[in-house]
């Protein structure tokens, strides 16, 4: 019962801080969700960090990782919006946002988990 009342404890501070970085970010007249991906590469990074620090000589408890890489990245990275604005941009007919976007997801979001996977080393 602890483990899951760290993970809905996370996922809450995850989830409201997701939600006002796109309130900050989210362009609503361009249609970018620079908010989205600002959230999805930051928690990539984050989560590299934590899962870093956690492998590395146990440095994090097993309840300090429910918290942080379950609850609060998994609340704050935002993969079902990434999944409904890239909808969005492939029913207007914007490819080229679609591709740039996703492909640019997808890549520096792997980078940001490396990196901070590295950063801990």
């Known amino acids: 019962m602890k483990h899951l009342l760290l ?3 996370g996922g809450g501070f995850g989830s409201v801080l997701r939600f ?3 309130k900050l970010w989210n ?3 361009t249609g970018i ?3 989205t991906f ?3 590469i930051l928690g990539s990074l984050l989560i590299g960090i934590i899962l870093g620090l956690a492998a590395k000589n146990d440095t994090l408890s097993q309840s300090q990782t429910l918290f942080l890489a379950t609850g609060f990245c998994g609340g704050f990275t935002t993969f079902s919006t990434f999944a ?3 909808h969005v941009f492939l029913r207007s007919g914007d490819f080229t946002s679609f591709a740039i976007y996703t492909i640019a ?3 520096l979001g ?3 988990v490396f990196l901070g996977m590295f950063l801990v080393k």
């Open 20 to 22: 006002g970085i796109g």
């Open 110 to 112: 792997f980078l940001a």
């Open 27 to 29: 362009s609503h007249e």
């Open 38 to 40: 600002a959230a999805n």
């Open 105 to 107: 997801s997808f890549i």
């Open 7 to 9: 993970v809905f404890l």
């Open 84 to 86: 409904y604005e890239n």
């Open 33 to 35: 969700p620079y908010g």
